[in-house]
């Protein structure tokens, strides 16, 4: 029996055609941007005082001078987190929290940001350099509770390890662990920048986040000067024990805990 076989042409159009049809990450996609960012391990942290009435010059000239229009392919991401006031009359408090691939950058951007951003700072600004040590997730249990009209006291949600080049086949295939701590572009989150001392051990730390309800996910960072660890952390409600904690600042130590919403979240455009 004769084999008709097609011709290699016609072979190497079908073969196109399949490649064509299949589905691809796109560089705009959600998830394919927000597992790019997540890889970036070295954390700049800037604490700004700024006059009060220059909330939006102090937010225009951050993200003006900072990496968000620049080339610079080790930027990661930057979330900066407005400071809820310990009075009515206190200077309005930002803290800047940039992600990057390169931590030399990291030193790179802060000081060409500088310049601007010192222009309506009413108090030194605190700039904090760190590596991240650990990162852990919250489950969807928090939304399928919401959903189901369950009410948030009977979510009991379980945690997953979500390091970079890691744990990203769970995060970000798997879909095991709730995404939002990593979303680009989303603004409102109530979050917390927590200062702990040397001492204190990366468990224990773990421990006291991971007690709270309502936690979305957070990243646990060591700081480059080896006087201890800054937790950033996310809520899907911002537990009462934080709504009146203050951060303290006493020479170039920095103690206590920051609680806000995050006002800007990008990365590169």
Aim: aromatic share 10%; charged share 20%.
């Amino acid at each position: 029996m004769k084999n008709h076989r097609s011709p290699a042409w016609i072979q190497a159009l079908l073969g196109l055609a399949t490649v064509l049809c299949m589905p691809l990450a796109h560089a705009d996609e959600p998830v394919y941007e927000m597992e790019a960012a997540a890889r970036a391990s070295y954390f700049a942290i800037d604490i700004y005082t700024v006059k009060k009435g220059t909330e939006g010059a102090f937010l225009t000239s951050s993200l003006r001078s900072g990496p968000y229009d620049r080339v610079a392919t080790g930027f990661g991401s930057e979330k900066v987190v407005e400071v809820l006031p310990a009075t009515r009359d206190a200077d309005p408090q930002y803290i800047i929290l940039s992600r990057y691939f390169d931590g030399e950058l990291a030193t790179v951007m802060t000081r060409q940001r500088q310049p601007a951003t010192d222009r309506v700072a009413s108090a030194t600004p605190a700039r904090l350099q760190g590596r991240l040590v650990d990162v852990v997730l919250s489950d969807w249990a928090w939304e399928r509770n919401r959903v189901k009209g369950a009410g948030t006291k009977s979510a009991a949600p379980t945690f997953l390890s979500a390091m970079p080049y890691k744990d990203e086949a769970k995060v970000f295939q798997q879909h095991i662990a709730s995404l939002n701590f990593f979303k680009i572009g989303y603004v409102g989150q109530t979050a917390s920048v927590e200062f702990f001392a040397t001492a204190t051990p990366v468990e224990e730390i773990r421990k006291t986040i991971l007690a709270r309800p309502g936690m979305s996910g957070t990243a646990l960072i060591a700081l480059a000067d080896g006087s201890g660890h800054v937790a950033y952390t996310e809520y899907y409600e911002l537990p009462a024990t934080l709504k009146s904690t203050r951060i303290q600042r006493t020479g170039a130590a920095t103690t206590g805990i920051a609680t806000g919403v995050v006002v800007e979240n990008y990365m590169a455009r």
